[in-house]
């Protein structure tokens, strides 16, 4: 029972270890949610156990929405903005005690926007970005370690995020220059790579077994970013946004995850996820352009281990999408002029990881299910 215990724990750990996020659309939800342990990783880990992974994942935004409303004649008038995004990150996990874990993770997007109104309202053009974000090196400490973990553990992380992502990422935009040429200017903030702002990330996961084969996971993730701005052109008209903002971020998942006895190393989980953007940061100033909203998703998915590799698979499917109204908003509106931007938003998100865990001790030998 032990080993069957530990086998669900090791398929449950790499699979609800936080994955990296998801632009969600306008909504510049940054590529990550949280520095936790490295995806495949464990709840149970033992000193000098390396964890190396990658995660893939995209999403196509073009559902507008001005609050909780969606504005579905933007499609019928063929005046949405689409973003298409893929990224992938590349994680490097290590165990330096019985608890005690560190990560660098190094993700990497590639994006493209269509739009007709920042060409001049004339035509619909495509603009791009792509290469290095911001790169993530943090650490976590596990509240239990050995056989007190098989039935639950609970793990706090704190770490840093680097502004090595291009913040003022530039392309090609059509009929806005002096009779109707074309300029090079800073790409939406929605597909800039980086935010240009030293950040400082806050999480907690853990994991509980409530009956042999069926446990309950969570992870929650704040990103404190306290610049204010970062100095990259818009190009929008009002003066108050003409500069991009450097938001915090939050991220909640939680949820079941089941592993199913008679197929070896096959788990499937259903569960909740919230995340977002806020109207305002918590440390510093919120000047300049953002859109704040959040997302709420029903996350079903599916994991697979075959020895130390664990395949994940999860798509998020949107139930609320909530463009709230920004601190410009607010501030400028007025009784004759109520403010309230929109934001566009993907229906779904689509993520896979493989995740390898390289044991220092020798792998233990388990029972057969």
Same mark, same amino acid.
């Given at each position: ?7 669900? /724990? ?16 306008c909504v ?22 390396w ?26 008038d ?15 996990? &290590? ?7 560190g ?6 997007a ?17 603009t791009?970005?792509?290469?290095l974000?911001?790169v993530?090196?943090?650490?976590? &400490?596990?509240l /239990? ?20 992502? +291009? ?6 935009? &059509?009929?806005?220059g ?9 790409? +939406? ?8 702002g030293?950040g ?9 077994e409530?009956?042999?084969?069926l ?8 990103l ?18 003409a500069?991009?903002?450097? @938001? ?20 499937f989980?259903l569960g ?7 109207i305002?940061?918590?440390v ?7 859109? @704040?909203? &959040?997302?709420?998703s ?11 590799? *664990?395949?994940?698979l999860?798509?998020?499917?949107? /139930?609320?999408?909530?463009? *709230? ?8 509106? *007025? @009784? +004759? ?6 934001a ?11 995740a ?12 057969s299910?």
């Amino acid at each position: 029972m032990k080993n069957i215990i530990l086998i669900i /724990l090791i398929g449950a750990g790499a699979f609800f270890s936080p994955k990296r996020s998801y632009s969600q659309g306008c909504v510049a939800i940054r590529q990550f949610s949280g520095i936790g342990n490295a995806v495949g990783q464990l709840n149970v880990q033992s000193k000098g156990d390396w964890n190396l992974s990658t995660n893939y994942r995209y999403f196509k935004s073009f559902r507008h929405f001005r609050g909780t409303h969606e504005e579905p004649n933007r499609i019928e008038d063929n005046t949405e903005v689409i973003n298409w995004s893929h990224g992938v990150d590349f994680n490097i996990g &290590y165990s330096f005690t019985d608890r005690i874990y560190g990560l660098v993770s190094i993700p990497f997007a590639y994006n493209e926007r269509s739009s007709l109104y920042e060409h001049g309202r004339q035509s619909r053009h495509t603009t791009y970005s792509g290469g290095l974000a911001d790169v993530r090196v943090g650490a976590g &400490y596990w509240l /239990l370690s050995g056989e007190k973990a098989t039935k639950g553990n609970l793990a706090l992380g704190l770490g840093v995020k680097l502004p090595t992502g +291009d913040y003022n990422a530039e392309s090609t935009f &059509y009929n806005v220059g002096p009779n109707g040429s074309s300029e090079i200017r800073p790409v +939406d903030q929605s597909i800039q790579l980086g935010d240009g702002g030293f950040g400082i990330t806050l999480e907690s996961q853990g994991l509980k077994e409530f009956k042999p084969s069926l446990f309950g996971y969570y992870n929650a993730f704040y990103l404190l970013n306290p610049r204010n701005t970062n100095g990259t052109l818009t190009n929008r008209s009002r003066q108050s946004e003409a500069i991009m903002s450097v @938001p915090d971020q939050y991220a909640l998942r939680a949820g079941l995850f089941y592993g199913i006895k008679s197929i070896h190393g096959l788990g499937f989980s259903l569960g909740g996820r919230l995340e977002g953007v806020p109207i305002r940061d918590v440390v510093g100033e919120s000047d300049g352009f953002r859109r @704040p909203g &959040y997302v709420i998703s029903v996350e079903p998915g599916l994991s697979y281990m075959l020895g130390n590799v *664990t395949a994940t698979l999860n798509v998020p499917v949107a /139930l609320v999408r909530n463009r *709230t109204r920004s601190l410009t908003d607010i501030i400028e509106s *007025t @009784p +004759d002029n109520f403010r309230h931007g929109d934001a566009a938003f993907a229906d779904y998100l689509i993520n896979f990881s493989l995740a390898w865990r390289i044991p220092k001790k020798v792998p233990l030998v388990f029972n057969s299910l």
